[in-house]
């Protein structure tokens, strides 16, 4: 089956610590993107790529950090610097200008 | 900078009715435009793509329609039903690039039996 894979679903960090989210996609996409989900309110862009080994930063990348060393797979890590790290985050891809897909979802916990 | 309004925020209507959901963005050079569904605590699942250069598209009891020039879409949902209770997301794509796509905050349709 084609499509996107998060792992994990669930994960929960002790303050301070790095976290990195798993992001893989088998749909032959160029282009990758994370974004954080909060209640209440849209989604927001962390940060995208378009092909490998180059990303761009979105509205909210503070804290966050991301490498794309392959075309199947853009992990994200969240760094001790980012204030509020516990949310919802959605990894997706498209093909240039196409339908974007999204996977199912981490949600993170920081206590 | 483009920007995308749903509105009603949230809607609640009876089983079996027909409804519209709206979504209108301020830059109408666009490259298409997609809605997309959430379920609670779930990614989101594309609904229907419509390209810039296209009128309207259909998927069942989904009918989504845009309107370039006045910047709006609307999406039409038929015969509703409980299970078409979620969340319901516009998203536009611009011209100006590979540029990631812009998303409303969302629609939350309940139907109630």
């Known amino acids: 089956d084609g499509g996107i894979t998060q792992s994990p679903k669930y994960l929960f960090r002790k303050e301070g610590q790095n976290v990195t989210l798993s992001c893989e996609q088998n749909?032959?996409?160029?282009?990758m993107y994370w974004y954080r989900q909060d209640p209440g309110q849209g989604l927001r862009l962390i940060y995208y790529s378009q092909i490998v080994n180059d990303f761009q930063k979105g509205d909210i990348a503070e804290g966050y950090s991301v490498s794309r060393e392959k075309k199947e797979s853009f992990p994200l890590t969240v760094t001790s610097a980012q204030k509020n790290p516990t949310a919802f985050y959605l990894c997706?891809?498209?093909?240039?200008?196409?339908?974007?897909?999204f996977g199912p979802g981490t949600r993170l916990t920081v206590t | 900078k483009q920007e995308v309004t749903q509105i009603p925020a949230a809607l609640s209507v009876p089983e079996g009715e027909n409804l519209v959901l709206n979504c209108s963005f301020t830059d109408s050079a666009i490259y298409n435009l997609q809605w997309f569904r959430q379920d609670p605590g779930k990614g989101l699942t594309s609904l229907l793509l419509i390209q810039s250069s296209q009128r309207e598209q259909t998927s069942g009891r989904l009918n989504a329609s845009l309107d370039k020039s006045s910047g709006r879409s609307t999406l039409y949902i038929a015969a509703s039903q409980p299970g078409d209770s979620a969340t319901y997301l516009c998203a536009v794509r611009d011209w100006s690039g590979n540029t990631p796509l812009v998303f409303g905050k969302g629609t939350r349709l309940s139907v109630i039996a």
């Open positions: 749909l032959n996409h160029d282009a």
């Open positions: 997706a891809s498209s093909s240039e200008r196409a339908e974007q897909y």
